[in-house]
T-cell receptor, first 111, second 113 residues
Framework: GQNIDQPTEMTATEGAIVQINCTYQ??????LFWYQQHAGEAPTFLSY????GLEEKGRFSSFLSRSKGYSYLLLKELQMKDSASYLC????????????FGAGTTVTVRA | EPEVTQTPSHQVTQMGQEVILRCVPI?????FYWYRQILGQKVEFLVS????????KSEIFDDQFSVERPDGSNFTLKIRSTKLEDSAMYFC???????????FGPGTRLTVL
């Protein structure tokens, strides 16, 4: 199975940068995902890493180190609408590609 | 843009009753999933479905649960005899062949009284 850890809450100021860390332990790694979830809504896909390194997509970047079992999501130029829960999820080496989610990090952006 | 749809958005039922949650995955997607999220807790995998059969199910997915793809578009989750602890948001997701991203539906909030 998977053991996925991420901080419970983070607060940052509008326009600032926030980094959300995620550590994982898995029996067979096949990709790490970041999803955004606003309260009462469905998770929406942000990023996918399967190889080590940084993936950049606009204001959001995600980094992966497979040897350390570590990833982070970097949110730049924070906007009020970025206030949400950010979910780290790991996919293992099974045929069904199911996701195992962390508990999520609630980010609050303040003016 | 194609999207996963789910009905109903909210279902209230009495303990012991049967409920069917419905999902229409994105057309031409081949992998289908049900997840649930109890209020304030993490998203949990329930079951995956591929090639017209269950490919994996979690410990949560006991004999009270079943899934069906009755036609080419719908994907349903049935809970035979609901319990109080089944109250949660249930998300359907689908994924295309060769893709990485699972697309989630808006969810059905199930309340068991």
């Amino acid at each position: 199975g998977q053991n996925i850890d991420q901080p419970t809450e983070m607060t940052a100021t509008e326009g600032a940068i926030v980094q959300i860390n995620c550590t994982y332990q898995t029996s067979g790694f096949n990709g790490l995902f970041w999803y955004q979830q606003h309260a009462g809504e469905a998770p929406t896909f942000l990023s996918y890493n399967v190889l080590d390194g940084l993936e950049e997509k606009g204001r959001f970047s995600s980094f992966l180190s497979r040897s350390k079992g570590y990833s982070y999501l970097l949110l730049k130029e924070l906007q009020m609408k970025d206030s949400a829960s950010y979910l780290c999820a790991v996919r293992d080496r099974t045929n069904d590609y199911k996701l195992s989610f962390g508990a999520g990090t609630t980010v609050t952006v303040r003016a | 843009e194609p999207e996963v749809t789910q009905t109903p958005s909210h279902q209230v039922t009495q303990m012991g009753q049967e409920v069917i949650l419905r999902c229409v995955p994105i057309s031409n997607h081949l992998y289908f999933y049900w997840y649930r999220q109890i209020l304030g807790q993490k998203v949990e995998f329930l079951v995956s479905f591929y090639n017209n059969e269950i490919s994996e199910k979690s410990e949560i997915f006991d004999d009270q649960f079943s899934v069906e793809r009755p036609d080419g578009s719908n994907f349903t989750l049935k809970i035979r005899s609901t319990k109080l602890e089944d109250s949660a948001m249930y998300f359907c997701a689908s994924m295309g062949q060769g893709l990485h991203e699972q697309f989630f539906g808006p969810g059905t909030r199930l309340t068991v009284l």
